[in-house]
C-alpha cells in the first residue's frame, strides 16, 4: 500500500503544531499548573475544598458545548508555550530542533513530585515520549506512534531546578527509528538517559 494525499490516515488526523495561539491561553494553563501543584501540597480547611470545587465547576461550565475535532483544538500544540500548553505535560518548551535532534528545557513543579521533592519516576517517561515525538516530528517522519521506551534512571531529578533535555535519532531500519536522549542538571550532570522505538505508521494504521 502506498502513502495517500488524504489528511486522515487510517484514522490518524493530521495533527501539527501550532505556531501562535491566544495569550489568554498561556495565563489560562498557568493557572491550571499552579492549582495542580496546590492541591498536592496543601491541606486547607475541608470547606475550601467544597468552594473551590465550586469556583472549578463554574470555570469548566464556561468551556462546556465549545468542544472541537482533534485537529482543531489549540493546547498541547502551541510551540512556543510550555508544554506546548498542554496542562499536564511539565513546562518545558523547545530550545532547539531539526532533522538532527531536539533540545528542551524546563523543570517540574510540585504537582510531579513521587516522594521527597523528587520527580516521580513515571513523570520522566511522559517527558521523554514527547521529547520522541518531536524528534520525529522535526525529521519530517509522521506519523508515528511510540513501540517502546527505555528509561535508566542515574540520578534524583528535583523539582523546581532549570534542566535541560536532548534527543536525537541513532538508526533508521525501515519504518523504525531509534532514538537516544538525555536529560541534565544544571552543571551538566545526567540525571536519566533513554531510548526508544518509533514507528512509522502504515496507511491505513491508526
Do not use: C
Amino acid at each position: 500500500m502506498t502513502e495517500t494525499a488524504s489528511p486522515n490516515r487510517g484514522g490518524f488526523p493530521d495533527i501539527r503544531p501550532v505556531e501562535e495561539a491566544p495569550p489568554e491561553l498561556n495565563r489560562y494553563v498557568a493557572a491550571l499548573r499552579r492549582l495542580h501543584d496546590l492541591t498536592v501540597s496543601t491541606r486547607p480547611d475541608p470547606a475550601l475544598w467544597t468552594a473551590a470545587a465550586e469556583h472549578l465547576e463554574q470555570a469548566y461550565a464556561l468551556l462546556d458545548g465549545h468542544q472541537v475535532p482533534e485537529a482543531d483544538a489549540v493546547a498541547g500544540r502551541v510551540l512556543s508555550l510550555p508544554g506546548l500548553g498542554h496542562p499536564l505535560l511539565p513546562p518545558w518548551t523547545l530550545t532547539d530542533a531539526g532533522p538532527g535532534g531536539v533540545s528542551m528545557a524546563g523543570h517540574f513543579s510540585q504537582a510531579h513530585v513521587g516522594g521527597n521533592h523528587a520527580v516521580h519516576g513515571g513523570m520522566i517517561p511522559l517527558l521523554y515520549d514527547w521529547l520522541f515525538g518531536m524528534v520525529v516530528t522535526s525529521a519530517e517522519i509522521r506519523p508515528t506512534r511510540t513501540a517502546y521506551l527505555h528509561v535508566d534512571y542515574r540520578r534524583i531529578t528535583p523539582i523546581d531546578e532549570p534542566l535541560t533535555a536532548r534527543g536525537q535519532i541513532s538508526d533508521i531500519d525501515g519504518r523504525k527509528v531509534f532514538i537516544a536522549a538525555t536529560m541534565t542538571a544544571a552543571d551538566g550532570t545526567v540525571l536519566t538517559q533513554a531510548s526508544g522505538l518509533m514507528v512509522r505508521l502504515l496507511p491505513h494504521q491508526p
